[in-house]
């Protein structure tokens, strides 16, 4: 084998590093913009959760100054996700939901 082959052979496998690094770079870009994606949809769920948190307060204290039974008002209400699930399913489903949310903050 002479040198010729031996410097074509390198010049291939030079070839092909470069390509996988240039690969390598554009998957970096890719993952970095999609973990922008996740923070800021992290983020956006977890201001529309307090905003439904403080809405739902808010209702709450309406109904009661009003003298409305929420638990019976709920009972009435057809959630499609949910269907065939009773208020105190949703409300442990919801408890959960809270503590896997604090779970994954402490995270």
Do not use: N
């Amino acid at each position: 084998m002479g040198l010729g082959s031996t410097a074509k052979k390198l010049q291939k496998v030079t070839d092909i590093a470069e390509q996988l690094f240039k690969r390598i770079d554009q998957m970096r870009g890719e993952i970095q913009s999609l973990q922008q994606a996740v923070e800021s949809t992290e983020t956006d769920t977890a201001e529309l959760r307090r905003e439904v948190a403080e809405t739902r307060a808010l209702v709450e204290a309406v109904a009661e100054a009003e003298g409305i039974d929420t638990e019976a008002a709920l009972a009435d209400v057809s959630y499609p996700e949910t269907e065939g699930r009773t208020v105190a399913d949703r409300a442990e489903a919801e408890a959960e939901a809270g503590a896997d949310e604090a779970g994954e903050a402490a995270d």
